[in-house]
């Protein structure tokens, strides 16, 4: 079945610093990528997505580019803010089986210091 | 920005007792889906939902669990007799179609069950 790894958490970086999450996953079809954020005590937001491969998804300073030969959709931001702290879910959504579910990742919490 | 709004926020329930937790999807959107997140876990996929039923469902979603949508903008998710594992945040999400489309969660219900 279709399933998502990203890095372990927690990150915790400095104001400014370059920020990387990791993830790859497993479809059997052609997913729809996607990076959602949780802020505490909120729920899912959507931050980014990519529906095929070399797609660039950005928002927010944040990027990520679906990597099919890699199966990899790795989250990047060149200068981290406090304000970006936070959960972030990679996942995908598949529809090989005629319905979509998005399949989460566990989730990797980034903390950024002042 | 239209937006997925849930009710209640955080509702505590005695184990055996029957829960209603509500969404209001997006408006123009067809297609309707419940989640669950475990405190520390990943979010789970429950139920989506089309054209007044089932359309998929996860081994978790067994008969202690239904949904319904009981009128043109409410989708309701039911869980019959409580158990101690059910406490969990649940998210309501909806797409405008089910295939291919971005799905977009509300703010969750922090459900406990003592």
């Known amino acids: 079945g279709d399933s998502v790894t990203q890095m372990e958490g927690p990150v915790t970086l400095s104001e400014e610093a370059f920020l990387t999450i990791n993830c790859t996953y497993t479809a059997t079809g052609y997913p729809s990528l996607f990076w959602y954020v949780q802020y505490p005590g909120e729920g899912l937001q959507l931050l980014l997505k990519a529906t095929k491969a070399d797609d660039k998804g950005s928002n927010k300073g944040f990027e990520a580019t679906y990597r099919k030969e890699t199966t990899s959709f790795h989250l990047e931001k060149g200068s981290v803010q406090v304000s970006d702290s936070a959960v972030y879910f990679c996942?995908?959504?598949?529809?090989?089986?005629?319905?979509?579910?998005?399949?989460f990742g566990t989730g990797t919490k980034l903390q950024v210091i002042p | 920005e239209p937006e997925v709004t849930q009710t209640p926020s955080h509702q505590v329930t005695q184990m055996g007792q029957e829960v209603i937790l509500r969404c209001v999807p997006i408006s123009n959107h067809l297609y309707f889906y419940w989640y669950r997140q475990i405190l520390g876990q990943k979010v789970e996929f429950l139920v989506s939902?089309?054209?007044?039923?089932?359309?998929?469902k996860s081994e978790i979603f067994d008969d202690q669990f239904s949904v319904e949508r009981p009128d043109g903008s409410n989708f309701t998710l039911k869980i019959r007799s409580t158990k101690l594992e059910d406490s969990a945040m649940y998210f309501c999400?909806?797409?405008?179609?089910?295939?291919?489309?971005?799905?977009?969660f509300g703010p969750g219900t922090r459900l406990t069950v003592l």
């Open positions: 996942a995908l959504s598949d529809s090989s089986g005629g319905y979509q579910k998005v399949t």
């Open positions: 999400a909806s797409s405008l179609t089910g295939t291919t489309d971005t799905q977009y």
């Open positions: 939902f089309y054209n007044n039923e089932i359309s998929e």
